[in-house]
């Protein structure tokens, strides 16, 4: 694959895109993407669709085509007419073991474009999510982490990659940790940082794949998106791994402990 770079620039988590984090430079944005070789148009720079990736990266695809064997996936949301095609492969059971909430009514999952229904991201062929509040109020779509967290010790997720198709103001991704909000990366913010027209559907401002990395102390376990209006469309979720870092004593900690240590022992000689 062929790496392209759609923004050379990176947004800190500071700035008016991504609000509500714990420390102001402990996360970043950036908008780098590899074309993926299934259909899907962008994805992680650290995993394709079709051919993998690195170890530790998980994929949502929403393609029953990146199914692991023996995990079918849910078929649960799928539009009428897209079992044959479409799933939610990373549910309960599954190698990744992430736990997906969404009320059936507000998540559909399906292929191609339904005017004031969904669009699919650009140059998406393959399966995409989308989220609606049908007409009123407001929607969620909950991928909870939890499970793959306790199956995998000493770990945090400090990465996550997702493609967001034409990109509307009423849309947002926050990062949850123990029912706390970490940070929160919105769509009005996303289009006034990349000057994108809201609702796009081919536009480079638009249609864009994000990818957060999150320091360990920012680090979460459950990705909620809202909407307030029809709709959210994204594809390609994508969430990293890395194992926590281990404290390790530098030279200098090292000679105040042993010069401590001197000092008590020449305390308890001059005691005797």
Not at 50 to 67: H, M, R, S, V, W
Not at 153 to 173: E, H, K, Q
């Amino acid at each position: 694959m062929k790496k392209l770079s759609q923004l050379a620039k990176v947004i800190s988590i500071g700035s008016a895109l991504i609000v509500g984090s714990l420390s102001a430079n402990a996360a970043s944005i950036s908008f780098s993407y590899d074309a993926a070789t299934d259909g899907s148009g962008l994805t992680s720079q650290y995993i394709d669709p079709a051919t993998g990736g690195l170890p530790g990266y998980f994929i949502e695809t929403f393609d029953q085509a990146t199914n692991s064997t023996g995990f079918p996936g849910s078929l649960a949301y799928n539009d009428p007419g897209f079992d044959q095609d479409c799933a939610v492969n990373s549910v309960n059971g599954g190698p990744a073991g992430v736990l997906v909430t969404p009320p059936s009514g507000d998540v559909g999952i399906r292929k191609g474009s339904v005017p004031n229904v969904a669009a699919a991201p650009a140059n998406d062929t393959t399966c995409f999510a989308y989220l609606t509040n049908n007409g009123s109020g407001s929607a969620s779509f909950t991928f909870d982490y939890s499970q793959l967290l306790a199956a995998n010790a000493d770990t945090g997720i400090t990465y996550l990659g997702f493609y967001w198709g034409s990109v509307d103001r009423y849309n947002d991704f926050n990062f949850y940790s123990g029912g706390n909000l970490v940070s929160s990366i919105t769509g009005n913010g996303l289009l006034n940082a990349l000057g994108g027209s809201a609702g796009n559907q081919t536009g480079d401002g638009s249609n864009v794949y994000v990818n957060i990395d999150f320091s360990f102390a920012e680090q979460f376990d459950r990705l909620v998106i809202n909407t307030s209006g029809i709709a959210g469309e994204f594809d390609n979720i994508v969430v990293g791994l890395s194992q926590r870092p281990v404290l390790a004593s530098s030279p200098a900690s090292h000679a105040l402990l042993l010069l401590g240590l001197a000092a008590i022992g020449l305390r308890l000689r001059r005691k005797k």
